[in-house]
């Protein structure tokens, strides 16, 4: 039997994520889904739209504030999401998409002396 040796443990979860990038023709797209599982470093998600693998999405969900990578936690957690495997989900048109994710640009201020 073999072990699962990721880093982080999988949570079956069916959370809302608002997902934007280009599809495998270049096609920009935003669909709204949900996930079918999360970790800390990232999610697999259905999608309507077939991406490619290696390519990077816009990814807002309300991510439970101890899996964030954020700074500042947030209700709604942004980040980018870099593609990781693409698979056919059964259903025409569907697909199961791993992302990892990716530090968010994190604006930090100093004040001026």
Do not use: W
Request: charged share 30%.
């Amino acid at each position: 039997m073999l072990e699962d040796q990721r880093r982080q443990k999988r949570v079956d979860a069916n959370i809302p994520v608002r997902v934007k990038g280009a599809d495998v023709e270049g096609k920009r797209f935003e669909e709204v889904t949900k996930s079918v599982n999360v970790t800390s470093d990232g999610a697999s998600l259905l999608l309507k739209h077939c991406v490619k693998s290696g390519s990077m999405l816009e990814l807002s969900l309300p991510l439970p504030r101890g899996m964030q990578k954020s700074v500042v936690p947030r209700a709604v957690y942004e980040t980018i999401g870099l593609v990781t495997r693409v698979e056919v989900a059964g259903a025409p048109e569907r697909f199961k998409v791993a992302v990892k994710f990716r530090a968010a640009h994190i604006k930090q201020y100093r004040t001026e002396s």
